[in-house]
């Protein structure tokens, strides 16, 4: 049975911005868990080829090479004029820009978007849009309740093996891998796979039902795209960036108990470190929201240890994750009329520092697992070392248990050759290394505000990932004077206004702020007046 429409969630806290370490390794231990791995999508039970499905559809189809090389068909149906819990966006609006969204992950992704009014019409869209569901391998429905639109989908979609319908009509059905679904109850968003002639196959789904559920009512753009990945992933072809995240048997058992024995056991030992097991384990290891909420409630030196041993050492995953190249963002090219130099790009970074007691403080962000934690302070500052540069995020973490706690964390940053305004940064967090690409999308003339976009991998922990800082001196959104501007920076970027997740900058009592002694700040731009914005020295 469909979705009835889920409550809006607010986000919780999730793990530190310095994004990102992962829980996988700890996952492999498999506490309380299945004998097998879940979210395995390796058994050919579970999917439905691209080719039978056209097939099926009566489409004619041509012989394919490689899986991998398949085009995966979606299909997008929303109710006309609905809609969305993300700041109001109509739903029209936020599946067009996942088209988008779904490029950067894999050019053979096809979605296309049409409002249910097209159920009633004759024209030539009309006509394209049957086409277009003939051969496709997955049906999204969101937003539709209008009786006759509900009834139209009953008799046109039966040939679709994958239908998931999200805030619909209860009269449509979910389907995953050809089987239908039946919702069992309110707090039910999927439910149990209706279909015992497919039996053996429903524990396996059920992972994928359990990954997509959560996803979903946690509504953000990331976690929408992650939703269609994760079905694409276990019913069409593989997801390379959703492979292999979980144990690899013996060969990683092997690996572990071989390099790793006293960390392991210290592991079991603390309380803090099997807490965090235990809720890893409870987690996709493809959802990094989840994964990394349970990090940040439970972090400690024993798992930091424990990662450091299993991940960053031995890699007994063997993962290598890369940094997205998509999309592509350009640093600003000029700052106050002048072209933009590598001394100026630092000086944007440290900000108001030495004004004040930060750089900056973050005023949104959008990534929903790393840029919405509470009280977010960014210290940027030059080493006693020539050349060094630094950067060290302070947040605040509220944790599954409920208290909030303090973070703090310690990047290395290295100027690219070119252009200028983009930067290298790594960091050892939690045992793991993350790199990432930065860039100075765009400042203010007065520091009044800054937008800084990051794409990065932790590389042995399989996680890559993207997103956008907004930052001003007081935490405070830019005023309207400066929207049009910041709009263009953020579509630069590939992000819309409406993605982005504002911080809680208050209460922040007794922030551990505070640089090393002998560290340098400007190097170009003085800061005069550490009460007005429009105080600073030209450069």
């Known amino acids: ?142 937003a539709v309740t209008y009786q006759e639109s509900v009834e139209w989908i009953q008799t046109n979609s039966g040939n679709i093996g994958n239908i998931i319908c999200f805030d619909s009509s209860p009269e449509l059905q979910n389907k995953l891998g050809g089987s239908y679904i039946h919702r069992e109850g309110k707090g039910d968003i999927f439910g149990k796979i209706f279909d015992t002639a497919e039996s053996k196959k429903s524990n396996e789904s059920m992972e994928v039902v359990q990954t997509v559920s959560q996803a979903w009512e946690r509504h953000n753009s990331d ?109 600003m090219v000029k700052f106050r009329g002048k ?43 030059r080493g006693k070392a020539k050349g060094s540069f630094w950067y060290e995020p302070v947040f605040q973490v509220k944790t599954l248990e409920g208290k909030m706690v303090w973070r703090r964390r310690k990047y290395r940053v290295k100027r690219n050759k070119v252009p200028a305004g983009t930067f290298q940064f790594s960091v050892l967090d939690n045992g793991v290394v993350s790199n990432e690409s930065w860039t100075i999308v765009d400042v203010a003339d007065d520091l009044s505000w800054g937008l800084f976009y990051y794409c990065g991998a932790a590389r042995v922990a399989g996680q890559s990932y993207t997103g956008a800082v907004l930052v001003s001196p007081d935490g405070a959104y830019p005023n309207d004077v400066h929207r049009s501007r910041l709009v263009s920076a953020l579509e630069n970027c590939g992000i819309k206004e409406w993605e982005l997740f504002t911080v809680n900058n208050s209460p922040c009592a007794n922030p551990p702020l505070g640089i090393p002694e002998g560290s340098r700040l400007h190097s170009v731009i003085e800061v005069k007046d550490q009460k007005s914005m429009s105080g600073l020295a030209e450069v």
């Open 1 to 142: 049975m469909a979705l009835e429409a889920p409550l809006l969630h607010k986000p919780a806290t999730r793990f530190s911005p310095n994004r990102r370490v992962t829980a996988t390794a700890a996952a492999s231990l498999q506490l309380h868990r299945a004998p097998h791995p879940p979210f395995s999508f390796a058994k050919a039970t579970r999917r439905i080829p691209t080719t039978m499905l056209a097939a099926n559809a009566g489409a004619v189809t041509e012989p394919v090479t490689s899986v991998d090389s398949t085009l995966v068909r979606i299909v997008a149906l929303v109710g006309k004029d609905s809609v969305s819990p993300l700041k109001g966006t109509p739903w029209e609006d936020v599946m067009l820009h996942t088209v988008k969204r779904l490029k950067w992950v894999d050019e053979g992704y096809e979605m296309l978007v049409f409002t249910d009014d097209i159920c009633q019409s004759n024209d030539q869209n009309a006509v394209s849009f049957r086409m277009e569901l003939q051969r496709a391998d997955i049906l999204v429905i969101v």
């Open 223 to 331: 976690d929408i795209r992650f939703c269609l990945l994760v079905i694409i992933n276990g019913y069409i072809r593989p997801v390379p960036s959703l492979q292999n995240l979980r144990s690899k048997g013996l060969s990683t058992l092997s690996c572990m108990v071989k390099n790793c024995g006293p960390q392991i056991l210290n592991c079991l030992l603390d309380p803090n470190c099997r807490k965090a097991l235990q809720c890893l384990n409870e987690c996709s290891p493809v959802d990094q929201v989840c994964n990394y909420r349970c990090i940040a409630s439970y972090e400690s030196p024993v798992l930091e240890a424990f990662s450091l041993c299993v991940l960053q050492k031995h890699n007994c995953l063997g993962l290598d994750a890369k940094i997205p190249d998509k999309p592509y963002v350009p640093p």
């Open 339 to 381: 072209d933009l130099c590598h001394e100026t790009a630092e000086d944007l970074f440290v900000g108001w520092l030495g004004n004040l007691d930060w750089s900056w403080r973050v005023v949104a962000g959008q990534n929903p697992a790393y840029d919405q934690f509470p009280c977010q302070y960014q210290l940027f500052y």
